[in-house]
């Protein structure tokens, strides 16, 4: 049974690296020598080859590192690593919280380490040259080390208290951890700006002025009640701009990145606004954090049919049976499960997207939300041309043609 479990955990990473590899190289094959007709207006030739040079760099550099990291699960899978590290773990504590602490914190900071230099690669070597990085190495090592601190303190006391769980309750287990796991998420989504966020960035109140006006303004129309509306300084890590929308009820703000309002209008910035208001209006917040809830559900479900299976443990190469290592064989045994239910929920997105964008341009202006979009696409090179299959597996957001069309089908309507 364990050696059966151990071949289908190895046919898993293989389909799935493949998989991966091939939508990736449809994708950057799906390219074109000059601006399609399309996009005329949006780059101009010289900065579609730019774009187009950015493209196929990620691809290179894509490739190499998830080779690399494939390499590094294969050689932990079939030279027993995994059982290496739970011996190692062994030699401080038996108990089986501090024992899966040890274990997990090992790993993590193992393969952080280790992929510490493709990290600083691609942030001061490739983002750099194109024009996007701004981070400091200061910036880049604090970064890390809160990062550390944070998987330490959040993911070492979810751990702690999932497998306290499960000793106390055994198959019951996944009852207490859905509840828990799915109170952290909303505790996340409620309070991540005003605690996380923080941490790694400044965030200050949007000052009195045409701006907040203009914003004020539309939220009142339509029936938004807003007071927290905060800028980000996003450019002390890179010139790509953003804004996004976190909290519920009294807790809810909109964050805008500096680089945000620095590249837009006034009224494409508002527009903008207006789609991330568009989520919350249609209450695809809330519907997210409803089906993340019952997907968490599912999953622990899962688990606890399969968790006390010694076979987990066998398969690599631990004899006696270990929640922590069977967790990691759970983990990739579900993963197509996971991938399943990543398409839904992209599929999903991309519709709550659409609609969101129809409320900006029905309630605000599709003219400023075109626009908008275009110039953050221009200025973060992102692929116009995306391989229609790569989408529907990956793409969360719908690509920007379509988005266009949309914006343009809306403006017509109102003529």
Do not use: C
């Not at 993911?155 to 951890?177: D, H, R, V």
């Not at 400044?202 to 927290?228: A, D, Y």
């Not at 929640?323 to 991309?350: D, E, K, M």
Request: proline residues 3%.
């Amino acid at each position: 049974m364990a050696q059966t479990i151990f071949y289908i955990i190895i046919t898993i990473l293989i389909v799935d690296y493949f998989f991966e590899r091939i939508l990736e190289y449809l994708n950057f094959r799906r390219r074109y020598s000059n601006v399609p007709k399309e996009f005329e207006g949006i780059y101009d030739a010289e900065k579609y080859k730019k774009q187009q040079e950015y493209k196929k760099v990620n691809f290179k550099f894509s490739l190499v590192t998830s080779t690399f990291s494939f390499i590094i699960i294969l050689l932990m899978l079939f030279y027993n690593g995994f059982a290496f590290v739970d011996k190692f773990a062994h030699n401080f504590t038996s108990n089986p919280i501090f024992l899966a602490l040890i274990f997990f914190g090992l790993l993590f900071f193992i393969f952080d380490i280790i992929n510490t230099p493709f990290s600083l690669y691609d942030t001061f070597v490739i983002e750099k040259k194109f024009g996007f990085n701004k981070t400091s190495i200061k910036t880049f090592i604090l970064d890390k080390l809160k990062s550390w601190l944070l998987a330490i303190i959040i993911g070492g006391g979810l751990i702690s208290l999932i497998i306290w769980f499960y000793l106390k309750t055994t198959n019951m287990f996944w009852i207490y951890a859905w509840i828990l796991v799915s109170v952290f998420s909303v505790f996340f989504t409620m309070f991540y700006s005003s605690i996380i966020v923080p941490l790694f960035n400044k965030q200050t109140p949007l000052e009195e002025g045409s701006l907040r006006t203009e914003i004020s303004l539309f939220s009142e129309k339509v029936g938004f009640k807003l007071m927290n509306i905060f800028s980000i300084d996003g450019s002390k890590r890179s010139t790509k701009a953003n804004a996004y929308f976190s909290g519920l009820g009294a807790k809810k703000r909109i964050v805008l990145f500096d680089t945000l309002i620095k590249d837009l209008k006034v009224t494409e910035i508002v527009a903008v606004l207006a789609h991330e208001i568009g989520h919350y209006k249609k209450k695809h917040t809330l519907i997210n954090i409803i089906i993340s809830v019952f997907q968490t559900g599912l999953t622990f479900f899962i688990l606890s049919l399969f968790i006390g299976n010694p076979a987990l443990s066998q398969a690599l190469g631990v004899e006696n049976a270990s929640f922590h290592i069977a967790l990691i064989s759970f983990a990739i045994l579900y993963s197509p499960i996971s991938t399943i239910l990543g398409l839904a929920l992209n599929v999903i997105s991309r519709k709550n997207e659409f609609e969101a964008d129809k409320f900006a341009g029905e309630n605000y202006s599709s003219i400023e939300l075109s626009s908008a979009l275009k110039k953050l696409s221009i200025n973060s090179l992102s692929n116009l041309t995306p391989h229609p299959f790569y989408v529907f597996v990956y793409y969360s957001h719908p690509p920007l043609l379509d988005r266009l069309k949309q914006l343009s089908n809306i403006e017509l309507e109102k003529l």
